[in-house]
């Protein structure tokens, strides 16, 4: 996991013991560069936790020399790992039923429809939370519609980013404005366009997530 992509989520001192054990199980000789990036933290901390490690006997060297130094799991340090990552798992399945929780409504409003596929207009942060979010509930995204000529016919969160002209409006599916700034103008565009079936997402200031048809 690349830490660097969050920015409401600390690593816990778990979170960098499970990090670290599970990169040395992957390699025994992992530089301490990539340990520290894959834990969240600087270089120079790397060694203390190997240390805690050793001292606990979590880890064991291998190796004559530095060049050749390996660090081996023991077996209390797979079984700590093992149930770090049980913590771990816990608290992932939590906070993604939480986040199901937030998108409900709008989940709900799209599995109600009579809608069979949506487009997402707006190729940008939102759009590719819905994408990601949409997906996983098994909802069939067809791509993305934008209006900016650079991010047309490319891909964005693995899916084709559309012109507004290359898309047919079609009874079975809706377009999803993934829009804050600039909703009604896309609205418009949309409609301009034949896309009759269009929906917007928006986040109330009370911070409720719901989607909008619009008529």
Not at 186 to 213: C, H, P, W, Y
């Amino acid at each position: 996991m690349d830490l660097s992509e969050f920015s409401f989520f600390n690593p816990s001192p778990n979170f960098r013991e499970m990090s670290i054990l599970k990169a040395l199980t992957e390699s025994s000789s992992v530089s301490q560069e990539r340990l520290a990036r894959i834990a969240g933290i600087v270089p120079s901390m790397v060694n203390k936790y190997i240390r805690d490690f050793e001292d606990s006997e979590l880890i064991q060297k291998e190796g004559e020399n530095r060049r050749n130094m390996k660090y081996v799991l023991t077996e209390a340090g797979k079984f700590r790992l093992q149930y770090l990552t049980i913590l771990y798992l816990k608290e992932a399945a939590k906070l993604y039923t939480e986040s199901r929780d937030i998108f409900g409504e709008v989940l709900d409003t799209i599995k109600g429809s009579d809608h069979e596929s949506f487009y997402l207009y707006g190729a940008g942060i939102i759009g590719g939370i819905l994408a990601d979010v949409l997906r996983t509930e098994g909802i069939k995204i067809i791509g993305f519609i934008d209006d900016s000529a650079a991010k047309q016919n490319g891909t964005f969160h693995d899916l084709h980013v559309f012109s507004p002209e290359k898309v047919d409006g079609r009874d079975d599916t809706a377009v999803i404005v993934a829009s804050f700034r600039h909703a009604n103008h896309i609205v418009k565009n949309a409609k301009d366009r034949g896309l009759d079936n269009v929906m917007v997402f928006t986040i109330s200031k009370l911070g409720k997530v719901e989607l909008e048809q619009i008529e």
